[in-house]
């Protein structure tokens, strides 16, 4: 079965985000004054071949500790959707 | 002693590293490739600076998993010294040889300047000469060099004096206005708990050449020197 994996990997909330409160303050500068936070992180998406669901999830789960995010400085969130 | 200096796609400061070791310190040197599954007997293993990868994902991310890395981590283990600077400091971190992260710098501008940075002791093989108090002025050349730990890492690299360098001003003083990118604590250089692998931001083989009228990192290479003989 063939899977769509969708990640989300974001700054982790206790740090700075640079680039975030650059565009927050720009945001701000055009006249979208309600804006109150920005944070910016990676969008990853990747096609899988799994047995299952279940081991999809797994392998992303695995890959997004391993590689795909520093949970020093990192969290993700991914979800998983069985596609033809 | 023999130095390996490994090059990844995207190194760009391994020939400065090797001319310093190799014309200034006159040590033996060999090209390690990322590619290489051997360390080819080397003393000792440095991470050049430069953009592995094209710093995709996150600097450092994807030279963590290059074939010769197994064979650094192991060679770290068995108390082989490895030393990274810049985006080898980046790599090592990757790797979890050594502790923390290096984040986006805070100004989100890659910095390109002279800057000093101060040893916080001379209990290591990168800071074994260098006097106390003294400042170091030293170039640094990077957009992710903003050093990050949690407190709890943090408080064991103190305990363990793992902190190595602080930026600083050119008198020694060690504040906000000389921390050039948002690093936690100032800090610009550290080592792992065995004291065995190093990193650090600011590029000492940038200064230590007389020719570009700056060799205040040419004691960071001696020290290894030192320390090995």
Known sequence: MKFLAEINVMPLKA??????????????????????????????????????KEVAEAIIADACKKMLSNQIMESFEFTIKQVK | MKFGVVIFPGSNCDHDMIYVLKDIMKQDVTELWHKDTSLKNVDAVIFPGGFSFGDYL????????????????????????????????????????????????????????????????????????????????????????????????????????????????????????????????????ICNAKKNVFGMMPHPERASDTELSNTDGKIIFESILANFN
């Open chain 2, 58 to 189: 996150r600097s450092g991310a994807i030279a963590r998993f290059s074939p010769i890395m197994e064979k650094v981590i192991a060679f770290a283990e068995k108390g082989g010294l490895v030393f990274g600077v810049c985006n080898g400091f980046q790599i090592l971190c990757e790797t979890h040889l050594l502790p923390g992260a290096l984040l986006a710098n805070t100004n989100q501008k890659f910095i390109c300047k002279n800057t000093y940075i101060k040893a916080s002791n001379s209990n290591s093989a990168i800071t074994k000469l260098i006097k106390k108090d003294t400042a170091l002025k030293i170039p640094i050349a990077h957009g992710e060099g903003r050093y990050f730990a949690d407190s709890e890492t943090l408080k064991t690299m103190r305990l363990n004096e793992q902190i190595l360098f602080r930026y600083c001003d050119e008198n020694g003083n060690i504040g906000c206005d000389a921390n050039p990118n948002g690093s936690i604590e100032n800090i610009a250089g």
């Open chain 1, 15 to 52: 740090l700075l985000d640079p680039q975030g409160k650059a565009v927050l303050q720009s945001m701000h500068n055009i006249g979208y004054k309600t804006v109150g936070d920005v944070r910016i992180g990676k969008h990853i998406t990747i096609e899988l071949e799994a047995d299952a």
